[in-house]
């Protein structure tokens, strides 16, 4: 089944076809910058734009980088305040025409990885971590999501573990991939503790092969650690599969 994926990201918002069967896109992505002041209604005409981009009329999944909960958004970390409270799947069918599926970017970027990627028919605890301008997780239990985990957000160093250990912080204070790496560990660590995950993934930015090598080393975990192999097609993938999902619960 064809789904229009949507991936909402700080400084793009992309969108692509998904073959929700075999977990590719059936089109090249089509990419729009995200507005500087990215309000709901600001992204909610991007998503638009992109719908016509392929003349879509069928089901839409989109990602957002906060908390969703049965259609609403209930946090704003790294996104505009006005985002808090807002209906987004009424927003974005609204401004789209297409019935919408939203969900959280990590846990969309999980779901395609649990489905088609590096998470495939791994069972037990997996946590999958996306690093990027925030930190993204999605948790996974026998491949079930636990939605809205919002892992980046653990205490780590009198903050949220985002602002210790993310990519954006690794680029503002200039860090080495090694410096980096040893902060990252500190979040495996506490993350260990608590959770015992069998494997983990990691994702965003940090997992393009040329970075890895930066500084895979430096990384030791119980857990099987591997890096996610989908990159920047996770979001519109996992969003195009949860869709899916979504309706498919419902009828
Ligand atoms: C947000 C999460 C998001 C993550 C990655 C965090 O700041 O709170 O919802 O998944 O960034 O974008």
């Known amino acids: 089944m064809e789904i229009l994926g949507i991936d909402i990201g700080g400084t793009g918002i992309k969108g692509a076809l998904v073959d929700t069967d075999t977990g590719k896109l059936t089109t090249e992505r089509f990419r729009v910058d995200t507005p500087p002041e990215a309000t709901p209604d600001a992204v909610a005409q991007v998503a638009r734009q992109i719908t016509r981009h392929f003349n879509w009329q069928g089901l839409l999944g989109c990602t957002i980088p906060a908390r969703v909960e049965h259609g609403m958004v209930h946090t704003a970390a790294n996104i505009h305040q006005d985002w808090i409270e807002t209906r987004v799947d009424a927003l974005i069918s609204d401004a789209t025409g297409c019935e919408t599926h939203c969900l959280n970017d990590a846990d969309a970027a999980g779901v395609a990885s649990v489905a088609f990627g590096a998470g495939r028919g791994r069972m037990g605890v997996v946590f999958f971590v996306t690093v990027g301008t925030g930190i993204g997780s999605a948790l996974f239990t026998d491949q079930h999501l636990v939605p809205n985990t919002e892992l980046g957000h653990l205490p780590l160093r009198g903050g949220a573990a985002e602002d210790w250990a993310s990519n954006r912080v690794r680029k503002e204070e200039n ?77």
Do not use: M
């Open 175 to 251: 860090l080495s991939w090694e410096e980096w790496a040893s902060r990252f560990q500190e979040y495996l660590d506490l993350v260990e503790f608590l959770f015992a995950p069998d494997t983990i993934i990691v994702g965003g930015g940090v997992s393009r092969p040329a970075k890895v090598s930066l500084y895979r080393h430096c990384l030791h975990t119980k857990a099987e650690l591997v890096i996610a192999e989908l990159e920047n097609e996770a979001g519109i993938i996992g969003a195009a599969l949860s869709a899916r999902q979504s309706r498919v619960t419902r009828t």
